[in-house]
Structure formats: structure tokens, C-alpha cells
């Protein structure tokens, strides 16, 4: 009996997984997997055409447009940028936060999308502590539904504008990407992996378009099934070893507010991972370091670290402006793939079809 043939049985009676109804809305960004690598590569390139673009033009493109953004979590970096992202492309903008809004009374999330959708917003920014929400939320309403971090499992603009960051220091003069961009590039992420939207978001990315991933963090924060989340993606323990090889080192901030009771000792944690000024002149004197933020001084990085020369973290932020620009864009305006497919915008608009 050929020992091959029950295994090729199964496989041939075996039916196909069933092709994920999500995102139902062209425009919705749910996780970075909604986007191909000519999708990001799109979205970075409007970024930087957005930028420069004359500020009365952009002002045309979701003119009058309603999005609403609901916030479940506290933000200041992507909040503040989504709204002044989408007020640049003239769009009117509303925040509804779950401390200052009937979610207090036990509204559903559900029936705070309907009543927005019936307020006649055209689009939903959010960021909920539940991992999921924003798909939840994309079937409820059917309308285009951008993530800005749910939970423990995405934050697909955050990677984007760390690809754009990485991009301008170590890929100068290139805004777009291709499967081989960061082809002999390290990323480095490092810290509190298990709780990161921000980690496995760029961990999605990042070897889609040549990088390789490494992770650092100790058992508690970095579990071993980690390395299998996809391919291009590897484990060292030793973040001394980790940093000879980086190009780039992403630190994390220790999310006290998902640790659910598990203690950690940090003073042993910054023994071991703290990124110093004198770790990084050492090690990695020529890397780009990023953070998403918030940072602790004193705690992942040193304030030296922080301010210092090698750190493109306020960088990311402004970056931030660019690329929402673009997915904000591509939300309202997405069919068959975005405005990218389609004539630019800008064009339209100074034709007199806005
Ligand atoms: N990077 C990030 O998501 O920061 P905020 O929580 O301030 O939005």
C-alpha cells in the first residue's frame, strides 16, 4: 500500500476554507492583510504625493465627506492624526469617545456604528480594546471601517507609517515597495510582543516586502510560537546579539494596562532589554530607532536614547499625517483597489470633478 495515499485522499476530499467574507467595503483597512504588496505600495505613494499637494486642492478631495472616529481607548498620536488627516482632505470630522458618549449607558458597538451610519457618517475610524472590533463593526455597518488598533491584534496604519519611516532612512528617495524593497534589512522588535498590535501588524508587513523580522523579549512577552506567525520572522533571546544585527530597532512599551496579572520584574527587564545610549553606540551605531508610542523614559529607552540622533520616533508620528491621508482617501473612495487604479485625485479635482 502506497503510505502516500490516505494523506492525498484527504487532501483531495478535503473542501477549501471558505474565503473570508472581510472586508466586506473596499475601502475598510482591517488588517494589513487586506492590502497586497501593490496596495501598501499605492498607499505610501499617495502619502507622499498627498503631502506635497497643494493644501487648497487637497482640501477638495473628501470635501463634505463625514467620518467619525470612535475611540474605545485613550490616543493622542493616532487619533489626533487620523482627524487632522482627514480634515486636510476637507472632510468633517467627529469624535466619539467611549468616556463622553452612551457607551457609558452600555451601548452596544454595534448600535453606536448604526447610529453614527444613520448620522450619515461615511466612514468609521476605530480603535477598541477588543481584539476583532473592527470587523464586528464592518459587518454591523457595512460601511468602510479603518482600524486604528483593536485589541492585541492590529494597528495596520501604525506599520505603514514604520514602513515609511524605515523607508526614508534606509531606502532614501524610495516611496514605494515591491517584495525585494528591504531585501538584507534586519528589523529588530523588541519588548512586549504578546500584548502588540503594533508588533504583529509590522510582523504581517515587513517580509512582505523583503525585511527580516526579528523578535526580542523574554519568554513572558515573547512566546516561542511567535517565530511561526509567519515566514521571514525569527527569535534572539539576547538583545545585545539581536542589536549587532539590526538595521532597525523598533522598542515597545510594556502595556501595563494587558498584563492581567502577570508580574514581571523590571529591573531585571532593563537590565536585560533597555535600549541605552551606550547598547546602541556599541552595537548598532548606524540603526534607526523607532517606537510607536507612548515611550517610557526610563524604562524600554533611555531619554538619550529618546532624543538622540539615531531616533526617527517623531518621525513616525508626522508620518503618521501622510499615510492616514492616503487610507482615509482610499476609504471613501476605494473600488476595485483605490484611487491608485484609478486617475489621481488631484487631477480630477483640478479638472472640476470634486
Ligand atoms: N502609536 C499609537 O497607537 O499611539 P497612540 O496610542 O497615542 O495613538
Sequence with gaps: MNPAAPATRRALT????????????????LSVLDLTVDGASRLLVRATELEHEDPIVRDHILAKRRIALLFYESSTRTRTSFELASKALGADTTLVSNLSSS???????????????????????????????????EESTRLPVVNAGDGMHEHPTQALLDLRTILTHLRPGVSGVKPDTLAGVTVMIVGDILHSRVARSNMLLLPRVGARVLLCGPKELLPEQAARSGPGIEIERDFEAALRESQAVMMLRIQEE??????????EYKASYQLTGQRLAALAPAAVVLHPGPIIRGMEITAGVADGVQSAILEQVTNGLAIRMAVMERALTAENGGPADRSSPARRIKGGRA
Excluded: C, M, V
Excluded at 18 to 26: E, L, Q, T, V
Design 14 to 29: 478535503t473542501p477549501p476554507a471558505p474565503a473570508s467574507p472581510f472586508p466586506y467595503n473596499p475601502g475598510s483597512l
Design 103 to 137: 457607551i457609558e449607558k452600555g451601548e452596544s458597538l454595534k448600535d453606536t456604528g448604526l447610529t453614527l451610519r444613520a448620522l450619515g457618517a461615511e466612514a468609521i475610524i476605530l480603535r477598541h480594546n477588543s481584539s476583532g472590533a473592527a470587523w464586528l463593526l
Design 258 to 267: 494587558r498584563l492581567a496579572g502577570l508580574q514581571l520584574d523590571l529591573e
